[in-house]
Protein backbone atom coordinates (compact mmCIF):
# COMPACT_ATOMS: atom_id res chain seq x y z
CA UNK A 1 0.00 0.00 0.00
CA UNK A 2 1.36 3.63 -1.00
CA UNK A 3 0.77 6.59 0.66
CA UNK A 4 -1.85 7.93 -2.11
CA UNK A 5 -3.73 4.43 -1.30
CA UNK A 6 -3.37 4.96 2.43
CA UNK A 7 -5.21 8.92 1.90
CA UNK A 8 -7.47 6.90 0.29
CA UNK A 9 -8.55 4.53 2.95
CA UNK A 10 -8.10 6.92 5.60
CA UNK A 11 -10.65 9.40 3.84
CA UNK A 12 -13.30 6.87 3.23
CA UNK A 13 -13.12 5.17 6.66
CA UNK A 14 -13.73 8.72 8.24
CA UNK A 15 -16.07 10.12 6.10
CA UNK A 16 -17.70 7.32 5.37
CA UNK A 17 -19.15 8.21 1.90
CA UNK A 18 -17.85 8.57 -1.55
CA UNK A 19 -18.98 12.05 -1.92
CA UNK A 20 -17.50 13.35 1.00
CA UNK A 21 -13.91 11.56 0.94
CA UNK A 22 -13.82 13.07 -2.62
CA UNK A 23 -14.68 16.52 -1.05
CA UNK A 24 -11.68 15.76 1.39
CA UNK A 25 -9.36 14.89 -0.92
CA UNK A 26 -10.06 17.35 -3.42
CA UNK A 27 -10.76 14.69 -5.97
CA UNK A 28 -14.19 13.09 -7.56
CA UNK A 29 -16.21 10.40 -6.08
CA UNK A 30 -15.75 8.11 -9.15
CA UNK A 31 -12.06 8.32 -8.49
CA UNK A 32 -12.29 7.35 -4.97
CA UNK A 33 -14.45 4.47 -5.52
CA UNK A 34 -12.17 2.89 -8.22
CA UNK A 35 -8.83 3.37 -6.24
CA UNK A 36 -10.49 1.64 -3.14
CA UNK A 37 -11.78 -1.31 -5.50
CA UNK A 38 -8.03 -1.15 -6.78
CA UNK A 39 -6.77 -1.38 -3.38
CA UNK A 40 -8.80 -3.87 -2.12
CA UNK A 41 -8.09 -6.31 -5.75
CA UNK A 42 -4.78 -5.63 -4.97
CA UNK A 43 -4.77 -6.46 -1.56
CA UNK A 44 -7.30 -9.61 -2.31
CA UNK A 45 -9.21 -8.54 0.68
CA UNK A 46 -12.66 -6.81 0.98
CA UNK A 47 -12.03 -3.47 2.95
CA UNK A 48 -15.52 -1.68 3.07
CA UNK A 49 -18.68 -3.50 2.84
CA UNK A 50 -21.06 -1.21 1.01
CA UNK A 51 -24.30 -0.12 2.75
CA UNK A 52 -27.36 1.72 2.67
CA UNK A 53 -25.49 4.13 5.25
CA UNK A 54 -22.45 4.52 3.64
CA UNK A 55 -19.45 2.81 3.93
CA UNK A 56 -18.59 0.58 7.06
CA UNK A 57 -14.92 -0.81 7.75
CA UNK A 58 -14.78 -4.67 7.68
CA UNK A 59 -12.01 -6.58 10.25
CA UNK A 60 -9.27 -6.58 7.73
CA UNK A 61 -10.58 -2.82 6.85
CA UNK A 62 -10.11 -1.76 10.32
CA UNK A 63 -6.54 -3.27 10.92
CA UNK A 64 -4.95 -1.67 7.25
CA UNK A 65 -7.08 1.68 8.77
CA UNK A 66 -5.00 1.58 11.89
CA UNK A 67 -2.18 0.88 9.88
CA UNK A 68 -2.83 4.21 7.66
CA UNK A 69 -3.17 5.75 10.45
CA UNK A 70 0.34 5.20 11.83
CA UNK A 71 1.81 6.06 7.80
CA UNK A 72 0.22 9.19 7.89
CA UNK A 73 1.10 9.90 11.62
CA UNK A 74 4.46 9.19 10.90
CA UNK A 75 4.54 11.46 7.51
CA UNK A 76 2.64 14.62 9.08
CA UNK A 77 5.15 14.68 12.06
CA UNK A 78 7.97 14.26 9.42
CA UNK A 79 6.97 17.47 7.27
CA UNK A 80 5.89 19.58 11.03
CA UNK A 81 9.67 18.94 11.69
CA UNK A 82 11.08 19.84 8.59
CA UNK A 83 8.72 22.56 8.41
CA UNK A 84 8.97 23.92 12.23
CA UNK A 85 13.11 24.35 11.34
CA UNK A 86 12.29 26.64 7.94
CA UNK A 87 13.64 30.08 7.98
CA UNK A 88 12.38 31.59 4.32
CA UNK A 89 10.02 34.60 4.43
CA UNK A 90 8.79 32.82 1.22
CA UNK A 91 6.45 29.91 0.82
CA UNK A 92 3.11 28.88 1.60
CA UNK A 93 0.66 29.26 4.76
CA UNK A 94 -2.54 28.02 5.21
CA UNK A 95 -5.34 29.85 7.72
CA UNK A 96 -8.59 28.93 9.03
CA UNK A 97 -11.46 31.15 10.56
CA UNK A 98 -14.54 32.43 10.46
CA UNK A 99 -15.80 34.63 6.91
CA UNK A 100 -16.59 36.97 9.87
CA UNK A 101 -13.17 37.42 11.46
CA UNK A 102 -11.35 36.99 7.71
CA UNK A 103 -13.14 40.00 6.58
CA UNK A 104 -12.66 42.59 9.23
CA UNK A 105 -8.87 41.15 10.83
CA UNK A 106 -7.51 38.62 8.64
CA UNK A 107 -7.40 40.28 5.39
CA UNK A 108 -6.76 43.23 6.45
CA UNK A 109 -3.25 41.62 8.22
CA UNK A 110 -2.54 39.69 4.67
CA UNK A 111 -2.56 43.27 3.05
CA UNK A 112 0.12 44.40 5.44
CA UNK A 113 2.40 41.21 4.96
CA UNK A 114 1.82 41.37 1.68
CA UNK A 115 3.26 44.96 1.56
CA UNK A 116 6.51 43.15 3.14
CA UNK A 117 7.07 40.28 2.44
CA UNK A 118 5.43 39.56 -1.39
CA UNK A 119 6.64 36.18 -1.62
CA UNK A 120 4.87 34.75 1.48
CA UNK A 121 1.33 33.38 -0.24
CA UNK A 122 -1.38 32.57 1.63
CA UNK A 123 -4.52 29.93 1.55
CA UNK A 124 -7.52 31.56 3.15
CA UNK A 125 -10.16 29.49 4.73
CA UNK A 126 -12.99 31.10 5.59
CA UNK A 127 -15.59 28.53 7.17
CA UNK A 128 -16.91 27.17 10.71
CA UNK A 129 -16.24 24.23 10.42
CA UNK A 130 -13.63 23.30 12.67
CA UNK A 131 -10.51 22.14 10.85
CA UNK A 132 -7.40 20.19 12.50
CA UNK A 133 -4.25 20.74 12.92
CA UNK A 134 -2.86 17.87 13.41
CA UNK A 135 -3.28 16.39 10.54
CA UNK A 136 -2.14 19.58 8.36
CA UNK A 137 -5.43 20.45 7.41
CA UNK A 138 -4.45 23.88 8.41
CA UNK A 139 -1.28 26.04 10.23
CA UNK A 140 -2.87 28.42 11.72
CA UNK A 141 -6.46 28.69 12.80
CA UNK A 142 -8.48 31.44 14.74
CA UNK A 143 -11.75 30.75 16.40
CA UNK A 144 -14.01 31.09 18.99
CA UNK A 145 -13.25 27.94 20.87
CA UNK A 146 -10.29 26.90 22.92
CA UNK A 147 -9.18 23.32 21.67
CA UNK A 148 -7.92 21.30 24.45
CA UNK A 149 -4.51 19.73 23.04
CA UNK A 150 -1.06 19.72 24.69
CA UNK A 151 1.02 19.63 21.09
CA UNK A 152 -1.15 23.26 20.35
CA UNK A 153 -0.11 26.75 21.01
CA UNK A 154 -2.47 29.14 21.84
CA UNK A 155 -2.94 32.98 22.29
CA UNK A 156 -6.43 34.89 22.92
CA UNK A 157 -6.61 37.29 20.07
CA UNK A 158 -9.83 39.01 21.98
CA UNK A 159 -12.70 38.78 24.36
CA UNK A 160 -15.99 40.63 23.00
CA UNK A 161 -18.98 41.05 24.86
CA UNK A 162 -21.84 40.43 23.03
CA UNK A 163 -24.63 42.76 22.65
CA UNK A 164 -27.98 43.04 21.14
CA UNK A 165 -28.49 44.68 17.96
CA UNK A 166 -31.15 45.93 14.66
CA UNK A 167 -31.25 48.12 12.04
CA UNK A 168 -32.68 51.60 12.14
CA UNK A 169 -35.09 50.29 9.50
CA UNK A 170 -36.23 46.98 11.47
CA UNK A 171 -37.22 49.29 14.81
CA UNK A 172 -38.84 51.86 12.70
CA UNK A 173 -41.14 48.86 11.45
CA UNK A 174 -41.10 47.28 14.70
CA UNK A 175 -40.17 49.22 17.47
CA UNK A 176 -38.17 48.22 20.18
CA UNK A 177 -38.61 44.63 22.39
CA UNK A 178 -39.59 44.93 25.94
CA UNK A 179 -37.39 43.24 28.39
CA UNK A 180 -38.91 40.04 29.57
CA UNK A 181 -41.01 39.64 27.15
CA UNK A 182 -39.45 36.80 25.47
CA UNK A 183 -39.76 39.36 22.10
CA UNK A 184 -42.87 38.89 21.68
CA UNK A 185 -44.04 40.40 18.60
CA UNK A 186 -40.53 40.42 17.03
CA UNK A 187 -38.47 38.54 14.38
CA UNK A 188 -35.00 37.15 15.54
CA UNK A 189 -31.90 36.53 13.72
CA UNK A 190 -30.14 33.48 15.11
CA UNK A 191 -26.68 31.61 15.00
CA UNK A 192 -28.08 28.64 13.64
CA UNK A 193 -25.78 25.95 15.34
CA UNK A 194 -26.26 27.40 18.97
CA UNK A 195 -30.18 28.05 18.26
CA UNK A 196 -30.35 23.90 17.59
CA UNK A 197 -28.46 23.21 19.98
CA UNK A 198 -30.06 24.72 23.17
CA UNK A 199 -33.62 23.51 24.49
CA UNK A 200 -34.30 27.51 26.24
CA UNK A 201 -32.40 29.55 23.14
CA UNK A 202 -31.42 32.88 24.47
CA UNK A 203 -30.31 36.40 22.81
CA UNK A 204 -28.45 38.52 25.81
CA UNK A 205 -29.38 35.56 27.90
CA UNK A 206 -33.09 36.43 27.56
CA UNK A 207 -35.53 33.42 26.56
CA UNK A 208 -36.34 33.86 22.17
CA UNK A 209 -39.32 31.64 23.70
CA UNK A 210 -42.36 34.39 22.53
CA UNK A 211 -40.39 35.37 19.09
CA UNK A 212 -40.46 34.66 15.69
CA UNK A 213 -36.80 33.28 14.09
CA UNK A 214 -36.99 34.17 10.68
CA UNK A 215 -33.23 33.53 9.53
CA UNK A 216 -31.16 30.79 10.87
CA UNK A 217 -27.47 30.70 9.76
CA UNK A 218 -25.18 29.15 9.82
CA UNK A 219 -21.83 32.01 9.72
CA UNK A 220 -21.59 34.95 11.88
CA UNK A 221 -20.75 37.31 8.88
CA UNK A 222 -24.18 36.26 7.66
CA UNK A 223 -25.81 36.83 11.33
CA UNK A 224 -24.55 40.51 10.72
CA UNK A 225 -25.65 41.16 7.63
CA UNK A 226 -28.90 39.70 7.65
CA UNK A 227 -29.41 42.30 11.00
CA UNK A 228 -28.12 45.11 8.84
CA UNK A 229 -30.61 43.67 6.13
CA UNK A 230 -33.78 44.59 8.90
CA UNK A 231 -34.52 40.90 8.97
CA UNK A 232 -34.48 40.85 12.34
CA UNK A 233 -32.87 41.44 15.81
CA UNK A 234 -29.81 39.44 16.97
CA UNK A 235 -26.96 38.96 19.05
CA UNK A 236 -23.30 39.78 18.09
CA UNK A 237 -19.79 41.07 19.30
CA UNK A 238 -20.60 44.94 20.36
CA UNK A 239 -17.60 45.46 18.40
CA UNK A 240 -18.76 44.29 15.17
CA UNK A 241 -21.81 45.87 15.74
CA UNK A 242 -20.25 48.97 16.07
CA UNK A 243 -18.47 48.32 12.97
CA UNK A 244 -21.57 47.93 11.31
CA UNK A 245 -23.23 51.05 12.02
CA UNK A 246 -26.36 49.22 13.97
CA UNK A 247 -28.61 50.03 17.01
CA UNK A 248 -27.49 48.52 20.17
CA UNK A 249 -30.60 47.57 22.12
CA UNK A 250 -30.95 47.42 26.04
CA UNK A 251 -27.09 48.73 26.02
CA UNK A 252 -27.10 47.40 29.94
CA UNK A 253 -27.46 44.14 29.03
CA UNK A 254 -25.03 41.97 27.57
CA UNK A 255 -25.08 38.02 27.13
CA UNK A 256 -23.10 36.09 29.92
CA UNK A 257 -20.54 34.31 28.20
CA UNK A 258 -17.89 36.98 25.95
CA UNK A 259 -17.16 36.08 22.66
CA UNK A 260 -13.31 35.11 22.56
CA UNK A 261 -11.26 34.75 20.13
CA UNK A 262 -8.05 32.08 19.65
CA UNK A 263 -5.21 32.04 17.85
CA UNK A 264 -3.73 28.21 17.20
CA UNK A 265 -1.20 26.46 15.85
CA UNK A 266 1.08 23.35 15.99
CA UNK A 267 3.86 23.72 18.33
CA UNK A 268 6.11 22.29 16.06
CA UNK A 269 5.27 25.02 13.39
CA UNK A 270 6.16 28.16 16.12
CA UNK A 271 9.62 28.79 14.83
CA UNK A 272 8.99 28.64 10.84
CA UNK A 273 9.43 32.27 9.65
CA UNK A 274 6.83 32.78 7.19
CA UNK A 275 4.43 31.53 10.19
CA UNK A 276 5.67 33.48 12.91
CA UNK A 277 5.70 36.76 10.81
CA UNK A 278 1.97 36.02 10.00
CA UNK A 279 1.21 35.69 13.55
CA UNK A 280 2.46 38.78 14.35
CA UNK A 281 0.82 41.05 12.10
CA UNK A 282 -2.33 38.96 12.91
CA UNK A 283 -2.16 39.73 16.88
CA UNK A 284 -0.94 43.81 15.45
CA UNK A 285 -4.12 43.78 13.84
CA UNK A 286 -6.83 42.48 16.24
CA UNK A 287 -5.21 44.82 18.87
CA UNK A 288 -6.18 47.57 16.46
Not at 98 to 121: G, K
Not at 181 to 197: C, I, K, N, Q, T
Request: charged share 30%.
Amino acid sequence: MNWDDARILLALGRELTLRRAARVLRVDQATVGRRIAALEADLGSTLFLRTPGGYQLTSIGEEAFALAQKVESAALELARRIRGVDREDSGEVRISTTDSLACDFVLPALRELHLEHPDIRVVLHGSSELINLSQRETDIAIRNLRPDNPDLILRKLASWPMGLYASADYLQRHGEPVPGSGFAGHDLVMYEPYWRDRSVPTLVDEAIDQGRVVAAVNSSFMVRRAIAEGLGIGEIPIDMGERDGLVRLWPTRERRDPYDVWMVTHKDLRHTTRIRLIIEQLVRAFAR
